[in-house]
């Protein structure tokens, strides 16, 4: 499979929004309300240049976030159809290129609680818990990495 990523287009609105449902849809149930990311604004988010994406047509999603000090992996998303395919894993390295490119030392992200195979995959590329918060409705456990080869990463 082609793992090559770009910046989303306009014209990548519908399939963003297509690979996101698809890949959020199976929590609802478990966690009993629609997770956020399928209530985002995509198109704003690709207007920002925050969308990412790979595939043709598109499997896999990325949304980041650069801040200050950090570099926050708003979302990733990997098309069911497309599971086990190495996608999602070469997002996550996008993402630490990203940000090395920024200069930006961490990359943080939070998932829901009971999205047990999410805290299990960014256990396995070494992002660590920093903390299970209540945001609203959502029960989430926070997680960070350093970034290698930036200035202060761990």
Known sequence: MDHHIR????????AVKAVIDAAYRP????IGLRPAPMDADH??????????????????VLVLVAEPDHLVLENIAVHPD??????G????????????????????LYTNALMRENQEIYSRYGYE???????????????????????GSA
Do not use: M
């Open 27 to 30: 929590y609802i149930t478990r």
């Open 89 to 108: 894993r070469h997002l996550l390295t996008f993402a630490e290129t990203r940000a090395r490119a920024l200069h930006l030392p961490e990359i943080r």
């Open 7 to 14: 910046p989303a287009t306009p014209a990548d609105a519908a």
């Open 43 to 60: 198109a704003a988010d690709i207007a920002a240049g925050r969308v990412f994406v790979t595939g043709d047509p598109v499997v896999g």
């Open 129 to 151: 818990v920093t903390e299970r918060r209540q945001d609203g409705p959502y029960d989430r456990v926070h997680y960070r990495k350093g970034v290698p080869g930036t200035t």
């Open 82 to 87: 497309a599971h086990r395919q190495g996608v």
